[in-house]
């Protein structure tokens, strides 16, 4: 699953709007939709957004499901 699809699951699972979470960005809404649909954002910018939606990034090994965060 990509990371914009990721974002527009959480988003719903939250119970917010694309507008109510640029505002926690400090986003222009129109901004952020439009970077949100190019997919013109950083891993870094993948994470302050993973932030404002209080998750966390974690990477897993597929063989010995080790947990890194």
């Known amino acids: 699953m990509d990371s914009k699809k990721v974002i527009k699951q959480l988003i719903i699972e939250r119970n917010l709007?694309?507008?109510e979470l640029a505002k926690k960005l400090n986003y222009e809404p129109q901004a952020?939709?439009?970077k949100l649909n190019r997919g013109t954002y950083?891993?870094?910018?993948?994470?302050e957004i993973l932030?404002?939606?209080?998750c966390?990034?974690?990477?897993q090994t597929?063989?010995?499901k080790k947990t890194f965060s």
């Open 62 to 64: 597929r063989d010995t």
């Open 17 to 19: 709007t694309l507008p």
């Open 56 to 59: 966390d990034l974690i990477v």
């Open 42 to 47: 950083s891993l870094n910018d993948f994470i």
């Open 51 to 54: 932030n404002a939606l209080e």
């Open 32 to 34: 952020f939709r439009n």
